[in-house]
């Protein structure tokens, strides 16, 4: 059975604050890890990684897999209040389109 | 425009009311998706389906039933809702393979009474 953790689930900082999130993932057949934000709406995708591509950076937000550990991490430097919502990663495998809990970000001014 | 269409978005029914949320994506995907979020708890996989007439359970298929007779559709059936099945509910796809980003509905908020 997939599995995926992530920590922590919830996660009170304030601006300017840098905030690191885990992912840690059990899945057959690894495919492809992906990190979405979620507002309050629907998901928005943020970053891919894959065998062939295990560092993303996009301006504040970065993220790193590390295959041999089964996790990723996803940076957030400089943090703003806009940046609060809750982050999920889903890990793709034999089961497709599975998410962890995810984890609840609340950034404070 | 490529998207993923639920309907309804809002309804609030009563207990042993069957109904249907429909979830249409325009783009070709071969896997699609149903889940719930509540609070706390993240996105729950209530069923999947890796292409037409193959559907399989997600972590939470109980009370729910889905079918994939089209690849473009996939609609949610809850024959006897419960107010315990009151979430918000995501439909999702995807291509299959490697590289492939899901793209999300906007979301069904259902309240069963």
């Known amino acids: 059975e997939d599995k995926v953790v992530q920590s922590p689930l919830s996660l009170v900082v304030h601006e300017g604050d840098t905030v690191t999130l885990n992912c840690s993932y059990e899945?057959?057949?690894?495919?492809?890890l992906l990190w979405y934000k979620q507002e309050k709406k629907a998901p928005t995708f943020l970053f891919m990684l894959?065998?062939?591509?295990i560092e993303k950076k996009s301006g504040r937000l970065s993220s790193i897999l590390d295959k041999k550990e089964l996790s990723s991490i996803l940076n957030i430097t400089a943090t703003q209040t806009g940046d609060s919502a809750i982050y999920l990663c889903g890990p793709s495998g034999n089961t497709p389109l599975v998410f962890g809990k995810g984890t609840r970000l609340s950034v404070i001014a | 425009e490529a998207q993923v269409t639920q309907n309804p978005r809002y309804l609030i029914t009563v207990t042993g009311k069957k109904l249907t949320v429909t979830c249409s994506q325009n783009?070709?995907?071969?896997?699609m998706s149903w889940y719930r979020q509540d609070p706390g708890l993240g996105l729950r996989q209530i069923y999947y389906?890796?292409?037409?007439?193959?559907?399989d359970k997600g972590d939470v298929p109980e009370g729910y039933k889905v079918s994939r007779k089209e690849k473009r559709n996939f609609p949610l059936i809850l024959e006897s809702p419960s107010p315990n099945q009151t979430s918000l509910y995501f439909c999702a796809s995807s291509f299959r393979g490697v590289g492939n980003t899901i793209y999300f509905g906007e979301g069904s908020w259902l309240t069963v009474v």
């Open positions: 389906s890796m292409n037409v007439e193959v559907t």
């Open positions: 899945v057959t057949n690894f495919r492809s």
């Open positions: 783009m070709n995907h071969e896997y």
């Open positions: 894959t065998s062939s591509g």
